[in-house]
């Protein structure tokens, strides 16, 4: 079998370690199913990226809807980062993790009017607008708040990502923004719209892109647009670039950071713009391991299973998108033959799997087993499904670690509804 190692996931004298902790030291004290962080991982993402852009005017907003622990958001807020919210939800947590209202800007295809309502109260740096009732309704409730609504026009490029088409959101056929056409002529409305200041564009082409290509060609889309709109008196002051970056869950071929950087500068530079970003999954995905353990294995006339405790619930990536991650034993043990196996959960369902037919040294019950890259849309994807108890978080930092959430109890989950019966 292959053996994933990192510079922040790497096998010790056979035990998988994040930075300087056995996992499995973790895994026994916490339990399993158990999410497991590394704090290094956020930083030198952030840092990576933040230097290779230096060459420009730019800032960078933690996308968190990839992982909303409040002490991985705060981990970016201490680094200087913003924060993209894509929620009253995400709002609320980007605060209690002491995100400054100017360093947030508010994403979402279908905002509430209390959403905005929240958005200018807090005094966000800027909402993102897909809509012309979307700004009518901004315009609205700014003037109800005697405010000046920051406002971006998220436009659609028409861009095929070639990405997962449940995670593409710059084609046309996508329910995302508008389309550049109706982007000028909702830009040309700033004269009518008292409550409203147009600040930038946005875009977001999608996720786990792994070509630079498209995020080329979309930024000139978008560059097109802002020297369109000066031409005709409206100043932005920025370009936001969304997310999207790809990472490695298997052997793919992705663009390097400074490669990316790079581009957006030469495209960018000339505009004299400011550029945002809005990284989720680059910043987060492979920091993060589910600690899983095997219950049981079993061979049918088909197939080898092992059966794990982790379950679509915790990680339900593989089951929603058919996605990859890599799984390998917290320990190697010398001898074991390798063999072909669907690593499952103990969920009522066929759907219920985190890897299918992949190749892993022989496994038994009790032993432990990581599956990889994680970290972003992971533990905020999960659910009580067969009224199953969402895992611990767990941040690694050097050899120290700590508990950031704790598993989830039964009476958590039940809620009110005994004091409702
Ligand atoms: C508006 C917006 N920005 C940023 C992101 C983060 O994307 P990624 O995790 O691919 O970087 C998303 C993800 O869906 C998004 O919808």
């Known amino acids: 079998m292959k053996y994933f190692n990192s510079d922040y996931y790497t096998y010790k004298d056979s035990k998988l370690y994040c930075e300087d902790v056995p996992v499995l030291k973790i895994a026994e004290e916490f339990g399993t199913p158990a999410y497991i962080y590394s704090k290094k991982y956020f930083i030198d993402r952030y840092k990576e990226i933040d230097e290779a852009l230096k060459g420009i005017n730019h800032k960078v907003f933690f996308a968190c809807k990839s992982n909303f622990n409040l002490s991985v958001i705060k981990t970016f807020v201490d680094l200087g980062s913003g924060v993209d919210v894509?929620?009253?939800?995400e709002l609320f947590r980007a605060l209690k993790a002491g995100a400054k209202p100017e360093k947030i800007i508010m994403s979402g295809v279908g905002k509430t009017a209390n959403e905005?309502?929240?958005?200018?109260?807090?005094?966000?740096?800027?909402?993102?607008?897909?809509?012309?009732?979307?700004?009518?309704?901004?315009?609205?409730?700014?003037?109800?708040?005697?405010?000046?609504?920051?406002?971006?026009?998220?436009?659609n490029p028409d861009v095929d990502a070639k990405t997962h088409p449940y995670i593409s959101t710059g084609l046309a056929e996508n329910k995302f923004g508008v389309d550049p056409e109706t982007a000028l002529r909702l830009f040309r409305m700033q004269k009518d719209l008292k409550n409203i200041i147009f600040t930038g564009i946005d875009m977001h082409l999608g996720s786990q892109i792994t070509k630079v290509e498209p995020f080329i060609e979309a930024s000139e889309r978008l560059a097109e647009i802002f020297l369109q709109l000066k031409s005709e008196g409206i100043n932005l002051k920025h370009i936001d670039v969304g997310g999207g970056i790809g990472i490695h869950y298997n052997n793919e071929k992705t663009f390097l950071i400074k490669e990316y950087a790079d581009s957006l500068i030469s495209v960018f530079?000339?505009?004299?713009?400011?550029?945002?970003?809005?990284?989720?999954?680059?910043?987060?995905?492979?920091?993060?391991?589910?600690?899983?353990?095997?219950?049981?294995?079993?061979?049918?006339?088909?197939?080898?299973?092992?059966?794990?405790?982790?379950?679509?619930?915790?990680?339900?990536?593989?089951?929603?998108?058919?996605?990859?991650?890599?799984?390998?034993?917290?320990?190697?043990?010398?001898?074991?033959?390798?063999?072909?196996?669907?690593?499952?959960?103990?969920?009522?369902?066929?759907?219920?799997?985190?890897?299918?037919?992949?190749?892993?040294?022989?496994?038994?019950?009790?032993?432990?087993?990581?599956?990889?890259?994680?970290?972003?849309?992971?533990?905020?994807?999960?659910?009580?499904?067969?009224?199953?108890?969402?895992?611990?978080?767990?941040?690694?930092?050097?050899?120290?670690?700590?508990?950031?959430?704790?598993?989830?109890?039964?009476?958590?989950?039940?809620?009110?509804?005994?004091?409702?019966?």
């Open 116 to 155: 905005i309502k929240l958005a200018l109260e807090n005094d966000l740096l800027m909402i993102k607008a897909e809509s012309e009732e979307e700004i009518i309704l901004i315009n609205e409730i700014a003037g109800s708040l005697n405010k000046t609504a920051r406002v971006a026009i998220r436009v």
């Open 86 to 89: 894509n929620s009253e939800g």
């Open 269 to 421: 530079k000339k505009l004299n713009c400011e550029v945002f970003l809005e990284p989720g999954r680059l910043f987060t995905a492979n920091s993060g391991i589910l600690a899983v353990q095997v219950l049981y294995t079993k061979k049918t006339s088909r197939k080898n299973f092992i059966i794990t405790d982790g379950a679509m619930n915790d990680l339900l990536r593989p089951s929603i998108y058919g996605a990859y991650h890599h799984v390998q034993p917290l320990v190697i043990t010398d001898g074991k033959p390798d063999i072909k196996a669907d690593v499952v959960g103990p969920v009522c369902e066929s759907g219920d799997f985190l890897a299918k037919n992949i190749t892993i040294s022989g496994c038994k019950r009790n032993d432990y087993i990581a599956v990889m890259s994680a970290g972003a849309y992971g533990m905020v994807m999960s659910s009580n499904y067969n009224m199953r108890r969402r895992p611990p978080e767990i941040l690694v930092d050097g050899n120290n670690y700590k508990l950031i959430r704790s598993r989830e109890t039964f009476e958590h989950i039940v809620y009110d509804e005994e004091n409702l019966l």
